[in-house]
């Protein structure tokens, strides 16, 4: 019995190996990158409740954006995935040229969504009802936040494009490099700007603001340059900008199997969104509370996020390497191996995540519901785990569509209804609508044990592109 579950589920030194040589520098890039946002959210809460707020809703929106453009460079890195297992470097650099092209375009959207309609789409997440906190004050920080960070969308976006192509490739390294100096940058200029050192004066959120857009371009230049200085480990960079042409059978292919990713991370995202908009409609307060238990949560989430893009990477370089059984066996030891992981990440976070609300300087109320929402988050952490490998593990062959219905018609359809009607209908506290909500996680997980079971993702795509 324990030698037939050890053959299925526990891999040898080699597995574990490759897979922390690829999954440890993704960690730590963003447990830094998480730590970093931590000790931001954390200077920016020493001002007020109403400036922490204010940045905090403009981050959930530009976090729709982030994961839009996460959605854009993944249709086309799932071809530029195995492209690179099948040796095939010219594809892998079609595959880049779509991604620039994608990235650019969702940038040029976001700019006309974010310069044209802050105030409304600010004012989603205020309500008056709360106890605490000026709701125009802090629609006012959110705005001068936002006016500045517009600067950073177009930076990101290029950056995304060469980080995904390059870690395709295996190479994980340098992406975390890069971003362990803007993250670093970035610190110590909110802190500079935030507060005011010697004669530059405190600047407040436009200060954490004009750090962030610094760090953004300092990381963008770092990965670019490092790119195109090393040709011979990027082969997909030679001559990537001397035609704009993609073959019309290869953007055929990434259009009917992108679209469908590209969408579902924008649904899912929008989804996200909305549901901390159903909980921002019981106060300021809530708003603050979920802010403070959202950025710890990243910081534990990280383990199972890395682990799931590790499984992308390894499973769909083995897919398009023609290895259909051995992609199969690595998925089931990777899922096993996270979800593992995330167990004991779990209850590390429900023993000591209730301590970190204290660090902030805001009221007695908002700090207490912040460590419940933060225990509630570590209890569903291990579902969470399982249902984001499902959905790599679907991506990994293409089977966009499915992950679509998996993930984001999933949100909408349950999660947002629930949560709408009992934030809004209901006489439960909010603690208990964020238990029953979060925990809707159960289903999801329910539905990707059968379709990765099921073996409908084992395919190679790129065998004919």
């Known amino acids: 019995m324990w030698s037939k579950f050890k053959k299925k589920f526990i891999g040898d030194r080699d597995f574990y190996r490759r897979v922390c040589y690829l999954a440890v520098p993704m960690i730590i890039q963003n447990a830094i990158t998480s730590f970093v946002s931590f000790l931001d959210n954390i200077m920016v809460g020493q001002i ?18 982030n994961i839009c453009i996460f959605g854009g460079v993944s249709g086309a890195g799932i071809f530029g995935t195995q492209f690179f ?33 802050d105030e409304q789409l600010i004012g989603l997440y205020l309500n008056d009802t709360g106890s605490v906190g000026d709701i125009t004050l802090a629609l006012q920080y959110g705005k001068e936040y936002m006016l500045i960070m517009m600067a950073s969308l177009l930076p990101f976006a290029v950056c995304q494009a060469y980080v995904s192509t390059i870690r395709e490739t295996g190479q994980t390294f340098v992406p975390m490099l890069a971003s362990v100096v803007a993250v670093l940058t970035n610190l110590v200029l909110d802190y500079v700007l935030i507060f005011g050192v010697g004669s530059i004066p405190a600047l407040g959120v436009a200060g954490a603001a004009i750090a962030t857009v610094i760090a953004r371009f ?25 035609s704009l042409r993609i073959p019309g059978n290869i953007c055929k292919d990434i259009l009917i199997k992108g679209t469908p990713l590209m969408l ?10 909305v549901i901390s908009q159903c909980y921002a409609v019981r106060g300021l307060e809530v708003v603050a509370a979920q802010n403070i ?18 499984i992308s990477i390894v499973v769909g370089q083995l897919l398009g390497a023609g290895k259909i059984e051995e992609a199969k066996d690595a998925d089931n030891k990777m899922i096993f191996f996270s979800v593992g992981c995330c167990a004991v990440v779990a209850v590390i976070m429900a023993g000591i995540g209730g301590f970190f609300p204290s660090i902030y300087n805001t009221e007695e109320s908002i700090k207490e519901l ?24 679907l991506r990994s062959g293409g089977k966009t569509g499915v992950t679509f219905l998996f993930d984001s018609v999933y949100t909408w359809v349950l999660v947002i209804p629930i949560a709408y009607c009992l934030a809004n209908f209901s006489s439960l506290s909010i603690t208990m609508v964020f238990f029953l909500v979060q925990f809707t996680e159960i289903i999801k997980v329910t539905i990707g044990f059968f379709m990765v079971r099921s073996g409908v993702w084992l395919q190679n795509i790129v065998e004919e592109s």
């Not at 300092?218 to 001397?242: D, M, P, S």
């Open 293 to 310: 238990s959202s950025t710890i949560t990243n910081l534990f989430n990280i383990v199972y996020i890395q682990l799931g893009s590790c």
């Open 264 to 273: 579902n991370e924008m649904f899912w995202a929008s989804g996200m969104a």
């Open 48 to 65: 007020g409740t109403e400036q922490m707020s204010g940045v905090a809703i403009v981050n959930q929106l530009l976090f729709v954006f």
């Open 370 to 393: 912040a460590g419940t929402l933060i225990l509630i988050s570590a209890l569903v952490m291990p579902l969470c785990a399982f249902s984001h490998c499902s959905y790599f593990t």
């Open 85 to 117: 297992g099948k040796g095939d470097y010219e594809g892998q650099k079609y595959a880049f040229r779509f991604k620039m092209y994608a990235s650019i375009i969702i940038a040029g959207i976001a700019l006309c969504l974010f310069g044209f309609l």
């Open 218 to 242: 300092l990381e963008c230049v770092i990965v670019v340059v490092w790119t195109h200085l090393n040709a011979e480990k990027n082969r997909f960079i030679l001559g990537a900008y001397k």
